[in-house]
Every structure is written in structure tokens, then in C-alpha cells.
């Protein structure tokens, strides 16, 4: 007689499922829990839902500055700026060292540098937050299998004893058909 797994009854379980079954279960519950507590201890969470003003300018300055387009106009800018005061000869509003266009690149890292890190930390901070949503996920996913593992194993070995049991009754029967169909001595 074989069983389905809706007609294995939760009292068919063997302690290792129970077992198994009782961590998924506490897991999920100190999951949930964990869930409605976080929002309120967690105020780096709201930030990640609804990003800042300052936040969303950051990311566009990453965005921007890490750009091949950036890096063309930029180098464009700079070979008009040095070519335009070489040619400029004596009247150049930036002689040779070029110090203002120095002073000008240096005043640009200096603003572009931290608004790059702002955008990067956002974006490590929302890539740990993916990171453990998945390893939660792989866990419970990981715990589930081994519970569906077991429930077949459990299965597989109850059809094998029912076949075994089967064969042997069938034998019994066959010897006891045969010992009727023998002809008498």
C-alpha cells in the first residue's frame, strides 16, 4: 500500500522530521518577529526605502562622473583650457604651470570624492541588506528540502516494506497453491 504525501499524517513523522519541522518552525517565527522589530530599530532602513534628497544627487554624481561621457567632456574641457592659454601666448588667463586649472580639478575631487563614497555606501548598505534577504531565503529554502528529503526517504521505505510484505504473502499463497495441485503420492 503506498501513501501519498497529503495522507501521511503529522503523527506518521519520525523524530528527526519533528525535529527538522520544529527548527523550520523557529526559525520562522524568530524571522517574523525579527521582521516587526526592525523597522523600529532600524532607522538606516527607512533611509533605504525612500532615498534622501541628498542621496538621490550622490547617486547622480556617481553616476555622472563615472561615466565615459564624463571622461570625454572632461578631457575635452582640459585640452581646450591648455591648448586655448598656449596659444594665448602672453595674454593667457592661465600660464604654463596652469595652476588655476589645477585648483579647479583639485576643488572638483574634492566635492566629487565624498559624494561618490555617499553613493557607494548606499549601495553596499542595500547590497548586505539583498545579500541577507537571499541567505534567509537559502536557509529556509535549505531546511524545507531536507524535510521533503526525509518525508520521501520515509515513504520509499514504507512502499519497500509494503512490497516486501507483499511478495512474501504472494510466495506463501504460491507454495500454498502448489502444495494443493501436487498430486498425491
Known amino acids: 500500500m503506498s501513501r501519498t504525501p497529503s495522507s501521511t499524517s503529522w503523527a506518521e513523522l519520525t523524530p528527526e522530521e519533528n525535529r527538522q519541522l520544529g527548527l523550520l518552525r523557529s526559525y520562522r517565527r524568530a524571522h517574523r518577529q ?3 522589530l526592525q523597522p523600529a530599530l532600524d532607522t538606516a532602513s527607512l533611509a533605504l526605502s525612500a532615498p534622501t ?3 538621490r544627487l550622490a547617486d547622480r554624481v556617481a553616476a555622472t562622473i563615472g561615466s565615459w561621457r564624463f ?3 572632461q578631457s575635452t574641457a ?3 583650457w591648455i591648448g586655448g592659454n598656449v596659444l594665448s601666448g602672453a595674454g593667457a588667463w592661465d600660464p604654463y604651470p596652469f595652476i588655476l586649472l589645477n585648483l579647479l580639478l583639485s576643488f572638483q575631487a ?3 570624492a565624498p559624494a561618490i563614497m555617499m553613493s557607494q555606501n548606499r549601495q ?4 548586505r541588506r539583498h545579500a541577507e534577504t537571499d541567505y534567509e531565503i537559502n536557509v529556509k529554502a535549505e531546511l524545507e528540502i531536507e524535510l521533503l528529503h526525509e ?4 515513504m520509499k521505505e514504507r512502499e519497500l516494506l509494503a512490497l516486501t510484505q507483499a511478495v512474501r504473502e504472494l510466495s506463501t499463497q504460491l507454495d500454498t497453491l502448489a502444495k494443493r495441485l501436487e498430486p498425491p503420492h
Do not use: F, M, N, W
Open 110 to 112: 574634492a566635492y566629487t
Open 78 to 80: 582640459i585640452v581646450l
Open 151 to 154: 518525508k520521501i526517504d520515509l
Open 53 to 55: 534628497r541628498g542621496q
Open 124 to 127: 553596499s548598505e542595500l547590497d
Open 71 to 73: 571622461i570625454a567632456l
Open 34 to 36: 525579527q521582521r516587526r
